[in-house]
């Protein structure tokens, strides 16, 4: 009976550590759809009304509600203090990987700062980066999130299994 009961607790464990593998690509892969989907909505604005780049942070933040905007809205209050990187983001910002939030701080300090076709043309060239990243983190995540998941089912039966 013990090891029945220490068995099911082990495929638990393991299973549980499978499906926080598989949330940390979901989170990445949304992260860069979002990433992406900001860039756009920045090109738009700057080409469009010349809008300031704190304006257009605000806004963006204003409509949409991810785990994206939610670092975007730490690095914007940052910024605004002259404050260049910070770890103090929100709890569920944890699984994002510290390189794209480092990618986007520096994308963003250098926005802003040039005149406006230079703007759009850098703005171009990071949301054809940001593109290719974020279909890398959706493959990524389909093929190896959802197989950590699987697998560590597998492995928590298969343990399982032995110990009965």
Request: with cysteine.
């Amino acid at each position: 009976m013990f090891k029945l009961i220490l068995g099911g607790t082990i495929c638990i464990v393991v299973s549980f550590i499978g499906l926080v593998i598989k949330r940390k690509y979901k989170v990445n892969a949304d992260f860069m759809t979002a990433y992406v989907d900001f860039v756009g909505y920045a090109k738009t604005e700057i080409s469009n009304n010349k809008t300031p780049v704190f304006t257009i942070i605000d806004s963006y933040i204003a409509r949409e509600n991810n785990i994206f905007t939610k670092v975007l809205g730490v690095i914007n209050n940052n910024l605004k203090k002259d404050i260049v990187d910070s770890e103090s983001y929100p709890k569920e910002c944890a699984l994002v990987d510290k390189k794209r939030i480092k990618a986007l701080i520096s994308d963003i300090e250098s926005v802003g700062k040039y005149d406006s076709v230079t703007e759009i043309n850098k703005l171009k060239s990071i949301e054809e980066r940001s593109l290719k990243d974020a279909q890398k983190a959706t493959e990524k995540y389909k093929k190896d999130g959802v197989m950590a998941f699987k697998l560590s089912v597998a492995i928590g039966i298969a343990i399982m299994i032995i110990l009965c």
